[in-house]
């Protein structure tokens, strides 16, 4: 089966460095799209005994939920929830689901299908996005992913990959290989899913040709969207008992700043940018503070394009074939 929308042949507009997720959006749908973060009540295999208890050494207890989940086990009841927190607009605007928390494919396929189809039951969703661990995705739950493909609805699926390094994936207990995100990306593209990864920039004991070499093991995969986070520290987390043991520094703006266009320099520029840094609350944020200060990063990454002269793609061989999806693959 043909994509309906082949995401890999969306490029940054005119005069544009970055190929930004709302962007494309807007040239999509022409509307606003916004996303409604939901928590499907799904543990992770790696806190409740499947892989491990202790969970990632960076995750915090709620698992990344976005606070406009709200409490309600409904996830109905979520996704108004998170409506009324955006600010009020008379533009159109449509909305994506997406099951944000924890490991969202780690149940059976009719518990699955029973909670897409609740999130998708409201006629303002034109898309379903889906977080996941790369090896909590058998061939019977891709096939579920696929069967939401069609026409004019946005179907994202996230698979945490974090790094291409297996000493990292090591130091983040993760407890899955970088093999692990590899075969679960073939096998997505195989069906047609589109796929974005997670990465994480600024992890203890990388260097920045490790960060690199992880942007171009990206832009040689069947990857359609990339998320880019930098290391921070959470509150309750193993990762803050490090940072406060000093066994580690995060990043500063300048140094953050440099490496993220370095990295995006070296990613195709048909693969969409969904996020460019992380995001967390003053109230659990340890480290980083400037990532409080999300808007001043990204004019500051935007800045940094512009002083360079250079864009997304920058450092990428034209001539280098990669496998996408639709190659037969």
Not at 66 to 80: F, L
Not at 272 to 294: A, N
């Amino acid at each position: 089966m043909e994509p309906d929308k082949n995401h890999s042949k969306h490029n940054p507009g005119p005069g544009k460095p970055l190929n930004l997720f709302g962007d494309y959006l807007w040239a999509e749908y022409n509307c606003r799209v916004l996303k409604l973060p939901i928590n499907a009540g799904l543990s992770c295999p790696n806190r409740d005994g499947t892989f491990g208890t202790s969970g990632c050494t960076f995750c915090a207890e709620d698992g990344s939920a976005a606070p406009t989940t709200g409490s309600s086990p409904s996830i109905i009841e979520q996704m108004r929830f998170a409506r009324s927190s955006f600010k009020r607009s008379d533009a159109e605007t449509r909305y994506i689901a997406y099951f944000q928390a924890y490991t969202n494919t780690h149940a059976p396929v009719p518990v699955l299908r029973s909670l897409y189809d609740s999130a998708l039951s409201d006629k303002d969703i034109i898309g379903l996005m889906i977080g996941t661990r790369p090896d909590c995705l058998p061939d019977d739950v891709l096939d579920l992913i696929a069967s939401y493909r069609k026409k004019d609805f946005e179907l994202w699926l996230e698979i945490g990959m974090q790094t291409m390094h297996e000493r990292s994936l090591g130091y983040l207990n993760r407890r899955h290989s970088h093999g692990s995100t590899v075969d679960a990306v073939m096998r997505a593209a195989r069906k047609q899913i589109p796929v974005c990864v997670h990465v994480i920039l600024g992890i203890p004991g990388e260097s920045w040709k490790d960060m690199m070499d992880t942007a171009e093991e990206i832009s040689s995969m069947p990857v359609m969207g990339v998320k880019i986070h930098h290391m921070h520290v959470i509150r309750g987390t193993r990762l803050e008992e490090l940072y406060n043991r000093g066994d580690f520094k995060t990043l500063s703006l300048r140094e953050y700043v440099s490496c993220v266009c370095d990295f995006i320099e070296r990613l195709r520029p048909d693969i969409i940018l969904h996020r460019l840094m992380g995001d967390r609350d003053s109230g659990t944020l340890v480290s980083p503070l400037w990532s409080l200060r999300k808007g001043t990063v990204i004019q500051s990454i935007e800045d940094e394009f512009k002083r360079r002269g250079t864009f997304q793609g920058f450092m990428v061989d034209p001539f280098t074939e990669h496998d996408l999806p639709g190659d037969g693959q």
